[in-house]
C-alpha cells in the first residue's frame, strides 16, 4: 500500500457483478426463444395432423400414363383390357410397375369371409389394411360398412388413410379427419396405411427397407391401384407414384404373402396367394362390376 492509498477498516472491496448479470440475462433470452420456437412447432405439428388433402369426385376420365424403357413389359401396353379393367405392365425409372384401373366398377372394402372364393363379379382383389403378426389385428382406425373393427391411429406411419363414402372414394393424410366419423355414421369404410403421395406431393420415409409395394391411387378423379413387381424402399415407390402423376396415394399391403387376383371377360388370373391360414381380420379391396 502506497502513503497516498486510503484504507477502510472492516469492509473489503465490493466485486463488479456486471458481467454475471449479463450472462444471466442472456440465458433467460435464450431459454424464452427456445420455448417460442418449441410452441411453435408444436403449433405447426397440430395444423397439419388436423389439415386433410383430399381428392373426391370419382369418374372415369382417361389419363395417359408415362412410360419408359425397352422391352415387352416397358411397352405400357395393356396385359388383361375389358371395358371394367385394365392390368398395365411398365417400367418407371427401371423398376417394374404393375398398373391396374378400373373402369365400370364399384370399390370397396370387405372382410375375408364376406367374399367368395371366386366371384365373377369381382374384377379385382387385393388385400388392403395391414394385419399384425402377432395378434392379427388390423392396424389403425378400420371401419366396414359402419361398423368399427379397430379404432386409433397407432402412428405417423399410419396417417394415410382411405374414407368409402356411397360412391366417392377419398384419399387422404391426417391423424384426425371427419372422413372417419362420416365412415361410421354413413355405413361406409375406412383404413388406414401409409400415405405415398399427399396433394400430388411425394412423401419421405426414413426406413431402407425394400419391398414389394403396393396403393390405391387418385389421378384426375380416375382409380388407379399401383404396385411394385421389383422390390423397391418407401422412398423410390413415393417418386415412382409421383411420377405417374397422381393426386393422391395410400398404402395396400405389400409383399408377395397376401391374395391378389384379377378377372377378365374369359378367365380369371391369380397374381399371389397367401400361404398362410386365413383369420377373420383378413380384408380386401375389391372392384366390382356395376
Known sequence: MKDTDIEVLGSKPKPD?????????????????????????????????????VQQDVDNKEESIPVEGSGDIATGQPTADTADFRCIDTIIEGVKIRIFESGNTAVSLAMYNEIDTNPTDVVFATQAANIRADNHNVIGDFVINGEVKVKGCPNDMYRGFCALLADKLIIGKAEKTTFLDSAIIKNGSFYRHCAYVTGGAPEQFDDPKEAIRRALCLKGGKVLVVESVDIVTLSNFAQILHRLNVDNAVGLMGGKNLDEWYRTDSSRTVLYQNPYEPNLNRNYLIFRKK
Open 17 to 53: 457483478n456486471s458481467g454475471k448479470r449479463r450472462t444471466a440475462l442472456l440465458v433467460v433470452i435464450l431459454v424464452l426463444i427456445a420455448a417460442i420456437v418449441v410452441v411453435l412447432i408444436l403449433l405447426l405439428r397440430q395444423n397439419g395432423a388436423d389439415a386433410e388433402i
